[in-house]
C-alpha cells in the first residue's frame, strides 16, 4: 500500500473573479485544497502468475461542488474511491513475455466521472 | 547510517519548511479591497440634482425630525451609548465591512448574486427547455437565469434606485440639518467616518431598504440573505454612532417608498414578454431564410431557443423605442457573400493561430455562465475609480446608475439588432471552427460584449477623464476577445463598438445637465 499527502498552493487564473463553493472571490487567485490519497493491493502471486487487485482513494481537503449546468472548477472537492484488478501472466515457455489484462472502476466519488475501464496488453521484459 | 541520520533530519525540515510555506501561500490576494470611506465632499446641493424615473423629492413626504433637544432625541442617544457599551467583535466586523459605503458593498453583492443565479435552465430529460418562474423562484429552473440582458436590467435598476433614492434623502437630510449623533452628543463614539453630512434620514438605511425591495423582485430566492444583510448595514449605522433610531426609520421608509416606484416600473418594462414563444421563435428563422440569409440557430444539444428574444423591446432608461430602432446598426454582410466567406476565414484562422496571449484574453472577458456577466465586469472596473475619487454615496450612486443605464440601454439595443438579423455564429457556418469559450445561445450580430464595453467607456472616460485611453484599451480588449474566443466575425465587433458609443452617449448628454457637474 501507499499513501500520500499532498500540499497545494494558489493558481493564478487569467480573470479577475471567480464563483466557487457559494462565493464570488474578487480575486485571480485560487487557494488549492490539500489532497490525501492511499491506495491498498492484496493479491495471488505464483509462479508466471500475478493477480494484485487494488483499492485507491483520494480525499480533497476542501474545495467547492460543481454546480449543475456550471464549468468545473481547478479548485473543486475531487474525491473518488476506485477497485482495479489486474491479471498479469508470463507466458510458458518465455522468460520475457508477459500477457497482462486489467479492469478498473470508480466506485464511489465527488466531482469526478464514474469510470470504468479495461486495459489489456503484452509487457516484453528486458533482462540485462 | 550517519548518512541515514543526516538525510532524515534534512526530510524533516524540508517537510517543516514546506508546511509553513504551505500554509501562508495560500492566502488570495483580493484585487478589490476598499478603504473606509472619507468622502471628499458631502455634495450638499444633491437633493437638486436632476432626477431620472421620480419627480422630485415633494413625491415622498419625510416628517420633520425630533428637535436635537428633545427628550425623545436624548432617549435615542442614550440607547446609542448603551448599545455601544455592549458592543460585540461581530457587530464591530460589520462595522468595518459597511464603513467602505454602501453604494460599493451593495455593488459586490449584486454581482455576486448574477454570478450564482447565471446558470442556463437544464432540459428536461424529453429535450424539451422550461424556463425560470418569477413566482416559484425556488423550483428547477432556479429564478432567475442571470444572463447578460438579464444583469444588465438587474444592475440598472438597483443602482438608478439607489441613486434616485439618495438624491431624495439629500434633499431633506439638508432641508432638516439634523447632525449626525456623535456630533451632538461628546459620549457617542465615531466609528465610521463622521462628515458633516445631516443624519436625518440615514443614507444608510436608504439604501438598506431600497436595495432589499428592488432585490426581492430581482433574486427573490436570495431574500432571506439580502434582508440580513440589510439588517446589518443599518445596525451599523447605529452602533457606529452615525444615526439614530429615528434617522434610520425614516431612512428605511423613503427607500422602501421609492423603490415601490420602480417595482412598477419593472412589472411594466416589457421584460415578463422577453422569451417569447414556439411560434414567435420560428417566425424569426423564417423572416431570416425569406430574406436570402441563413437563419441562427442553437447549436447546443439538444437545441436550446434563443436567449431572450425579446429583450430589445424592454423599455430602455435614456432611449426611446423610435431611439432604439433609429439606432440600429446597418446589416452585417450576408451570408451568402464573399466578405461573410472571408470574416468566417478569419476566426477560423485567428483560433488555429491563437498565441497563449490571445487565449488569456479570451478567457479573461469570457464572462460566460457562473460569472457576474460583461455588465458586471465593468461594474468591478467602475468600483476601482469610484473608490480612488473618495465619492459621497450619492455621487458614487450617480456613477454606477449612469454606467449601468447606459449598459441596460446596450443590452437593449444589441438584442434589438441582433433578433433584427438573426445571424449565424462562426461555428454555425463552418462547423470546423472549433470555439476557445462557451457559445452563447443567440444570434451573432452584433457583439455584445463590444456593446456594452463600448457603451460603459463612453459614460466611465465622461466621469474619469483620466482613465479614458484605459476604459478605451479595455474595450477593445473586451471586443477582439470574442474573436480569439472563436464566437464572433470582426463585424460583429466594429459594429457592437459603434453602436454602443452612440448608445452611451444618450446618457452622457443626460449627465452633462443633470445638476451634479
Redesign the interface.
Known amino acids: 500500500g501507499t499513501a500520500a499527502y499532498t500540499w497545494r498552493g494558489k493558481v493564478t487564473l487569467d480573470r479577475s473573479s471567480y464563483f466557487t463553493d457559494g462565493h464570488l472571490y474578487l480575486s485571480d487567485e485560487v487557494a488549492m485544497p490539500d489532497v490525501f490519497d492511499y491506495s491498498v493491493s492484496l493479491g495471488y502471486l505464483k509462479r508466471g502468475l500475478q493477480v494484485p487487485v487494488t483499492f485507491t482513494q483520494q480525499s480533497t481537503l476542501g474545495g467547492g461542488d460543481i454546480r449543475r449546468q456550471d464549468m468545473p472548477f481547478v479548485s473543486n472537492r475531487m474525491n473518488y474511491s476506485r477497485v482495479d484488478a489486474l491479471v498479469h501472466y508470463v507466458l510458458p515457455r518465455t522468460r520475457n513475455l508477459a500477457l497482462r489484462v486489467g479492469a478498473g472502476r470508480t466506485v464511489s466519488g465527488r466531482n469526478v466521472g464514474q469510470a470504468t475501464s479495461f486495459t489489456a496488453g503484452l509487457l516484453y521484459t528486458f533482462h540485462f | 547510517m550517519r548518512t541515514i541520520d543526516v538525510s532524515s533530519r534534512l526530510l524533516a525540515a524540508a517537510l517543516a519548511a514546506?508546511?509553513a510555506?504551505?500554509a501562508c501561500?495560500?492566502?488570495?490576494?483580493?484585487?478589490?479591497s476598499l478603504p473606509t470611506l472619507n468622502p471628499g465632499s458631502s455634495d450638499a446641493r444633491a437633493g437638486e440634482w436632476r432626477m431620472i424615473l421620480l419627480s422630485g423629492p415633494g413625491q415622498f413626504p419625510v416628517a420633520p425630525p425630533a428637535e436635537v433637544g428633545s427628550d425623545a432625541y436624548r432617549a435615542e442617544i442614550a440607547a446609542i451609548k448603551t448599545a455601544q457599551a455592549g458592543i460585540t467583535a461581530a457587530q464591530r466586523e460589520a462595522i468595518d465591512y459597511w464603513s467602505v459605503g454602501g453604494v460599493l458593498r451593495w455593488n459586490?453583492i449584486l454581482?455576486?448574486l448574477v454570478?450564482?443565479y447565471n446558470?442556463?435552465?437544464?432540459p428536461r430529460d424529453n429535450d424539451t427547455h422550461v424556463f425560470p418562474d418569477a413566482n416559484n423562484p425556488f423550483a428547477d429552473p432556479a429564478f432567475p437565469f442571470a444572463n447578460p440582458p438579464y444583469a444588465a436590467r438587474a444592475y440598472s435598476y438597483v443602482t438608478v434606485a439607489q441613486f434616485e433614492a439618495l438624491k431624495v434623502a439629500w434633499a431633506y437630510k439638508y432641508q432638516y440639518n439634523r447632525p449626525s449623533p456623535s456630533r451632538v452628543d461628546g459620549g457617542v463614539q465615531a466609528m465610521m467616518t463622521v462628515t458633516d453630512l445631516p443624519a436625518y434620514p440615514s443614507e444608510d438605511a436608504v439604501l438598506s431598504g431600497v436595495t432589499t425591495e428592488i432585490l426581492r423582485l430581482l433574486f427573490p430566492a436570495a431574500i432571506e440573505e439580502i434582508t440580513r444583510k440589510a439588517g446589518e448595514e443599518r445596525e451599523a449605522a447605529l452602533l457606529s454612532g452615525r444615526a439614530t433610531a429615528s434617522d434610520i426609520a425614516a431612512g428605511l421608509a423613503l427607500g422602501r417608498a421609492v423603490a415601490a416606484v420602480f417595482v412598477a416600473r419593472a412589472g411594466a418594462d416589457g421584460m415578463g414578454a422577453a422569451v417569447g414563444n414556439a411560434a414567435q421563435w420560428q417566425a424569426l428563422a423564417a423572416a431570416a431564410a425569406a430574406r436570402g440569409e441563413t437563419p441562427w440557430k442553437s447549436l447546443e444539444t439538444p437545441g436550446r431557443p434563443p436567449m431572450l428574444p425579446n429583450f430589445g423591446q424592454v423599455r430602455a432608461w435614456m432611449m426611446t423605442p423610435a431611439d432604439v430602432v433609429k439606432e440600429r446598426p446597418t446589416a452585417p454582410p450576408s451570408t451568402s457573400s464573399a466578405k461573410m466567406q472571408q470574416e468566417v476565414a478569419e476566426v477560423k484562422q485567428t483560433v488555429q493561430d491563437l498565441t497563449r496571449e490571445q487565449?488569456?484574453?479570451a478567457?479573461?472577458w469570457?464572462d460566460?455562465?457562473?460569472?457576474?456577466t460583461p455588465p458586471g465586469?465593468w461594474n468591478?472596473i467602475a468600483t476601482e475609480y469610484v473608490r480612488d475619487a473618495r465619492f459621497s454615496e450619492v455621487r458614487a450612486a450617480r456613477a454606477f446608475a449612469l454606467v449601468n443605464m447606459a449598459m441596460h440601454d446596450a443590452a437593449v439595443g444589441c438584442w434589438e439588432a441582433k433578433f433584427a438579423y438573426f445571424n449565424p455564429r462562426p461555428s454555425q457556418l463552418d462547423p470546423n471552427i472549433k470555439t476557445v469559450i462557451?457559445l452563447p445561445n443567440f444570434p451573432s450580430y452584433t457583439s455584445g460584449h463590444s456593446t456594452f464595453s463600448a457603451a460603459a467607456t463612453e459614460v466611465l472616460s465622461y466621469l474619469f477623464p483620466g482613465g479614458a485611453s484605459n476604459f478605451a484599451a479595455m474595450r477593445d480588449e473586451a471586443g477582439i476577445s470574442r474573436m480569439y474566443g472563436g464566437i464572433h466575425y470582426r463585424s460583429d465587433i466594429e459594429a457592437g463598438k459603434e453602436h454602443g458609443k452612440r448608445i452611451g452617449g444618450y446618457t452622457v448628454a443626460f449627465a452633462r445637465q443633470d445638476g451634479a457637474n
Do not use: C, F, V, W
Request: charged share 20%.
Open positions: 514546506a508546511l510555506g504551505g501561500s495560500k492566502d488570495i490576494t483580493g484585487l478589490e459586490q454581482r455576486e454570478a450564482r446558470l442556463p435552465p437544464a487565449m488569456a484574453i478567457y479573461k469570457n460566460g455562465a457562473g460569472t457576474p465586469h468591478a462557451g
